[in-house]
T-cell receptor, first 114, second 112 residues
Framework: SQKIEQNSEALNIQEGKTATLTCNYT??????LQWYRQDPGRGPVFLLL?????KEKRKERLKVTFDTTLKQSLFHITASQPADSATYLC?????????????FGGGTRVLVKP | KAGVTQTPRYLIKTRGQQVTLSCSPI?????VSWYQQTPGQGLQFLFE???????NKGNFPGRFSGRQFSNSRSEMNVSTLELGDSALYLC???????????FGEGSWLTVV
């Protein structure tokens, strides 16, 4: 069966350090992989999208890599700040899927300590 | 421009009742999707509507249904509510596949 796995343990990190989150998937051929941020009680907020033929994408302090051979994406927050504390979700959209249907991982909670 | 708007924000229903949730997508977005989020199961896809037609469907029982109007606004309905339907219901809209998907703040449903 299809699986998308993120580290369910919270990631505690010191301010200024780089946080690295992992998203692994099996039995899936994604066309796009997306990362979202979700704060408690709020809807997810889109951060980055990376396509199957892209290796890396950057946006300000965020970097995403996508390795379709390893079936893995890494999400990096550089120079982390307490305001980066949130749950981060990865989501996949299948190749040749009609329309929009995201499959989400369980999310990883990040806590940045001052 | 205005984001995705969901109403109501919070509601409490009794087992056996039905509920209707509403979603207004971002102007110009024709694709509207619904997701259920629970602590145990995470975010799960319910269904997607495009131009008033259901285009994708997740693995939920028939008690969960939806529709989309000509102005792209969407509603989802859950009939014969069960305790396990207590969740955050999220609506998302987008211009198309591969584009940014915008989520609303969700409707918190508690079934007692």
């Amino acid at each position: 069966s299809q699986k998308i796995e993120q580290n369910s343990e919270a990631l505690n990190i010191q301010e200024g350090k780089t946080a690295t989150l992992t998203c692994n998937y099996t039995n899936y051929s994604p066309a796009y992989l997306q990362w979202y941020r979700q704060d408690p009680g709020r809807g997810p907020v889109f951060l980055l999208l990376i396509r199957e033929n892209e290796k890396e994408k950057r946006k300000e302090r965020l970097k995403v890599t996508f390795d379709t051979t390893l079936k893995q994406s890494l999400f990096h927050i550089t120079a982390s700040q307490p305001a980066d504390s949130a749950t981060y979700l990865c989501a996949l959209e299948a190749i040749k899927a009609a329309g929009n249907k995201l499959t989400f991982g369980g999310g990883t909670r990040v806590l940045v300590k001052p | 421009k205005a984001g995705v708007t969901q109403t109501p924000r919070y509601l409490i229903k009794t087992r056996g009742q039905q509920v209707t949730l509403s979603c207004s997508p971002i102007s110009g977005h024709r694709s509207v999707s619904w997701y259920q989020q629970t602590p145990g199961q995470g975010l799960q896809f319910l269904f997607e509507y495009f131009s008033e037609t259901q285009r994708n469907k997740g693995n939920f029982p028939g008690r969960f249904s939806g529709r989309q109007f000509s102005n792209s606004r969407s509603e989802m309905n859950v009939s014969t509510l069960e305790l396990g339907d207590s969740a955050l219901y999220l609506c998302a809209s987008t211009q198309g596949q591969g584009n940014t998907i915008y989520f609303g703040e969700g409707s918190w449903l508690t079934v007692v």
